[in-house]
């Protein structure tokens, strides 16, 4: 079985809304493009780094219109590694409506949403969700991620689409790896999904675990 990977980049307070540009999702929001003044060499080479090994990508409705007016049209440029992965490997698409599957290797998402990607973790070993908020609400609701690449960014907007806007559930994850800091203050965390739910404590407990002050 493989792996379920989100990809996120999000603010401090947690908004994930058209991080590349002011045309990605502008209806009501007034900062499309706030990650492009953060981002450096070593936040770029952290997101070049989570793609690799990457079989399949599986994305939004929303996200999929901007990727398959893009990246097609992206080989031999200065993005042509990424052109070449996102042109190369299956697109998986998840819609209500009907969307134009004319980017090769695109696959329409029928409505038994969850049983089809547990079928997509089966056949692929790396599969990467890429923004795409409303589809991610879904997969956390359901569980059905194994990963979660969060960059948390060093600004709050107050307004957006936030990562875990209506589809968190009481969930326990594990750090996969020590977070990663870049220059411009980005914060790269690498979560992996872990058995059970959030256990709780009493702090006044004697054995709360208080440092020894002998």
Known sequence: ?????????????????????????????????????????????????????????????????????????????????????????????????????????????????????????????NVKVVGSLNLVQTLLREKLFDRLDLWLHPIVLGVGKKVFDGGAVPTNVTLMAPPEASPKGTVHLRYGLADGTPATGDMSAPDRGAANTE
Do not use: C
Not at 15 to 27: I, K, M, S
Not at 45 to 54: H, I, L, P, R, S
Not at 99 to 121: C, F, K, M, Q, Y
């Open 1 to 125: 079985m493989g792996l379920i990977h989100i990809e996120m980049f999000a603010t401090l307070d947690l908004v994930g809304q058209a991080p590349g540009g002011p045309d990605e999702d502008p209806l009501g929001f007034p900062f499309g493009g706030w990650q492009v003044p953060l981002m450096d060499e070593v936040a770029g080479a952290q997101v070049d780094a989570a793609y690799e090994g990457t079989d399949a990508l599986l994305l939004g409705r929303r996200t999929y219109d901007i990727f398959a007016a893009y990246w097609p049209h992206q080989a031999g440029g200065e993005n042509n590694d990424f052109a070449t992965l996102f042109n190369s490997v299956p697109k998986y698409v998840a819609s209500r409506g009907r969307p134009d599957l004319s980017w090769a290797g695109s696959t329409h998402l029928g409505p038994n949403l969850a049983d089809e990607v547990r079928e997509i973790r089966e056949r692929h070993e």
